[in-house]
């Protein structure tokens, strides 16, 4: 059991190793046009895209956490230890 919460652990952590050498990629994506019209604006309306951009990026964020955290929670539910398979017994 120690082992595979060791490999489960390692997963974890290449994931987020993945994710963190990701984020310099996907920060370089942008068009031209979005990009000459927030480098003529001042500093207020960069910080204002920066914030509005953190702000959008909130509920779909979430949903998607949740999603996983459900799965995670009910990836047992129809699992049975012997293989047997009671079909309409649980209705």
Not at 62 to 82: V, W
């Amino acid at each position: 059991m120690r082992k595979q919460n060791r490999l489960h652990a390692l997963a974890i952590a290449i994931f987020i190793l993945g994710i963190l050498a990701a984020a310099p990629l996907a920060s370089a994506q942008g068009c031209s046009l979005c990009y000459t019209q927030v480098a003529n604006s001042g500093a207020r309306v960069i910080r204002a895209l920066r914030n509005g951009i953190v702000i959008l990026i909130i509920p779909p964020l979430s949903m998607c956490i949740a999603a996983m955290i459900l799965t995670f929670r009910k990836r047992n539910q129809f699992y049975e230890p012997n293989g047997e398979s009671q079909s309409g017994s649980d209705w």
